[in-house]
């Protein structure tokens, strides 16, 4: 693990810390294969409950780290930026994003592969790529259409104008944005709340709403295929038994 990306975990939730406040947390190639590692891990540990993503410091991060990206002999789909954005979307334990300060770049762009977000009102965000003659990344070309719409998507990523933590809000882009020493308590909160379900369940739920779009019927007869399973899970017997059980 990179020092650069500290990682721990508490009460079955994987804390991930991007930890270089002095370079607003941009991303090295190094943090990418840490956050990578971290990620993959904890997908296979059946008893993580979520992955919570925050950086320290003014910034949740300004971006990639530009000389080190421009270090990259062969940028390819294997290098660690594409290697970390495969791994986020293949992801089945839940994410939560924690957005204090910048968010540039990848730091949005993470954003629309996270399933819950909380941001401090002093929060920025910004998707500059057609400034340094880039295109989106992290298939923002795809999802920031259907988070927001195309036209708002459109000024985003082509005017590449900086947005504050409201007008996130506005955008879908985040669930709520709450006063910058309260980040952490309400963190904490949503982790100790997703912690507390059943781990399988949690996992079932986040690939079905990840699913592509079909018709009505098909995602009736996926879920229900999905539901008839859970049913029969120790999981979901317990937590049915003490549902019944606190109502008598």
Same mark, same amino acid.
């Given at each position: 693990?990179?020092?650069?990306?500290?990682?721990?975990?508490?009460?079955?939730?994987?804390?991930?810390?991007?930890?270089?406040?002095?370079?607003?947390?941009? *991303?090295?190639?190094?943090?990418?294969?840490? *956050?990578?590692?971290?990620?993959?891990?904890?997908?296979?540990?059946?008893?993580?409950?979520?992955?919570?993503?925050?950086? %320290?410091?003014?910034?949740?991060?300004?971006?990639?780290?530009?000389?080190?990206?421009?270090?990259?002999?062969?940028?390819?789909?294997?290098?660690?930026?594409?290697?970390?954005?495969?791994?986020?979307?293949?992801?089945?334990?839940?994410?939560?994003?924690?957005?204090?300060?910048?968010?540039?770049?990848?730091?949005?762009?993470?954003? *629309?592969?996270?399933?819950?977000?909380?941001?401090?009102?002093?929060?920025?965000?910004?998707?500059?790529?057609?400034?340094?003659?880039?295109?989106?990344?992290?298939?923002?070309?795809?999802?920031?259409?259907?988070?927001?719409?195309?036209?708002?998507?459109? %000024?985003? *990523?082509?005017?590449?104008?900086?947005?504050?933590?409201?007008?996130?809000?506005?955008?879908?882009?985040?669930?709520?944005?709450?006063?910058?020493?309260?980040?952490?308590?309400?963190?904490?909160?949503?982790? /100790?709340?997703?912690?507390?379900?059943?781990?399988?369940?949690?996992?079932?739920? =986040?690939?079905?709403?990840?699913?592509?779009?079909?018709?009505?019927?098909?995602?009736?007869?996926?879920? /229900?295929?999905?539901?008839?399973?859970?049913?029969?899970?120790?999981?979901?017997?317990?937590?049915? =038994?003490?549902?019944?059980? =606190?109502?008598?």
């Amino acid at each position: 693990m990179s020092n650069l990306v500290k990682e721990e975990v508490r009460h079955n939730v994987l804390w991930l810390t991007l930890a270089r406040a002095d370079k607003k947390n941009a *991303l090295t190639q190094d943090m990418y294969t840490a *956050l990578s590692s971290a990620l993959q891990a904890a997908d296979r540990d059946e008893k993580i409950a979520a992955v919570v993503i925050t950086g %320290e410091g003014d910034s949740f991060t300004a971006g990639n780290d530009l000389n080190d990206f421009l270090a990259i002999e062969d940028l390819d789909d294997s290098a660690p930026p594409f290697e970390f954005l495969y791994t986020l979307s293949r992801l089945s334990v839940p994410l939560v994003a924690g957005v204090n300060g910048l968010a540039i770049g990848i730091g949005t762009t993470i954003l *629309l592969h996270c399933d819950l977000v909380y941001a401090s009102s002093d929060a920025i965000f910004a998707l500059p790529f057609i400034n340094l003659g880039l295109v989106p990344e992290a298939a923002s070309s795809l999802l920031l259409p259907q988070q927001c719409g195309h036209l708002k998507a459109s %000024e985003l *990523l082509l005017l590449g104008d900086s947005f504050d933590a409201q007008e996130a809000l506005q955008y879908g882009l985040v669930n709520k944005v709450v006063a910058p020493q309260e980040l952490s308590e309400t963190l904490e909160q949503v982790a /100790a709340s997703l912690a507390s379900k059943p781990h399988g369940g949690l996992r079932a739920a =986040k690939k079905l709403i990840k699913q592509p779009a079909e018709p009505v019927a098909d995602r009736i007869e996926r879920e /229900a295929k999905i539901f008839a399973r859970a049913l029969s899970s120790d999981a979901a017997r317990q937590a049915i =038994k003490d549902r019944l059980t =606190k109502k008598k």
